[in-house]
T-cell receptor, first 114, second 112 residues
Framework: GAVVSQHPSRVICKSGTSVKIECRSL??????MFWYRQFPKQSLMLMAT?????????EQGVEKDKFLINHASLTLSTLTVTSAHPEDSSFYIC??????????FGPGTRLTVT | SQQGEEDPQALSIQEGENATMNCSYK?????LQWYRQNSGRGLVHLIL?????REKHSGRLRVTLDTSKKSSSLLITASRAADTASYFC????????????FGQGTRLTINP
């Protein structure tokens, strides 16, 4: 089946720094990518919808200036957490839809802000 | 916002028993999907059921959908220790590149 990768799988950064997370569709062109955040023992919360070549659509309550999303190609979307704080520590998961709208999830990125 | 509610939130059973998890949602849907997540890992897609379907099987999994009650159930038969994980339902309400709304999840523990 289709594969979506994320890099890095884990990252630890200091408070105030920015962190970039990559989401790639490895064997298909992703018309749309989604970014989710998951706090411990909680469910996934959609942060934003990303379409190639256009601005991301953010869910209510998600700060677009803090969570910068770039979808520069049909196989790559990036999420940059700017000026990270400990409360941004979370598990970030992306998903990508192929041209038939099947959705595939990445393995997630564990962000820890110290 | 989360529209799915799942119950139970946690379920602990003996290996070999059947496990049933339920999911309810609030708005009309196009599809409902079930996912498994092992601790600290990504999601594994289990099964998709469309709004015009009532039941679907895949191996030891059986999913039902009752659109009149806006609810679904996931049954895992003859459970194994490897089934220990969190299980989430997710709904979408639009054809095309749909965004998924996840339920709160059920943490399933299978005791050997």
């Amino acid at each position: 089946g289709a594969v979506v990768s994320q890099h890095p799988s884990r990252v630890i950064c200091k408070s105030g720094t920015s962190v970039k997370i990559e989401c790639r569709s490895l064997d298909f062109q992703a018309t749309t990518m989604f970014w989710y955040r998951q706090f411990p023992k909680q469910s996934l919360m959609l942060m934003a919808t990303s379409n190639e070549g256009s601005k991301a659509t953010y869910e209510q309550g998600v700060e677009k200036d803090k969570f910068l999303i770039n979808h520069a190609s049909l196989t790559l979307s990036t999420l940059t957490v700017t000026s990270a704080h400990p409360e941004d520590s979370s598990f970030y998961i992306c998903s990508a839809t192929d041209p038939s709208y099947e959705q595939y999830f990445g393995p997630g990125t564990r962000l820890t802000v110290t | 916002s989360q529209q799915g509610e799942e119950d139970p939130q946690a379920l602990s059973i003996q290996e070999g028993e059947n496990a049933t998890m339920n999911c309810s949602y609030k708005t009309s849907i196009n599809n409902l999907q079930w996912y498994r997540q092992n601790s600290g890992r990504g999601l594994v897609h289990l099964i998709l059921i469309r709004s015009n379907e009532r039941e679907k099987h895949s191996g030891r999994l059986r999913v039902t959908l009752d659109t009149s009650k806006k609810s679904s159930s996931l049954l895992i038969t003859a459970s194994r220790a490897a089934d220990t994980a969190s299980y989430f339902c997710a709904t979408d309400n639009k054809k095309g590149a749909q965004k998924l709304v996840f339920g709160q999840g059920t943490r399933l523990t299978i005791n050997p």
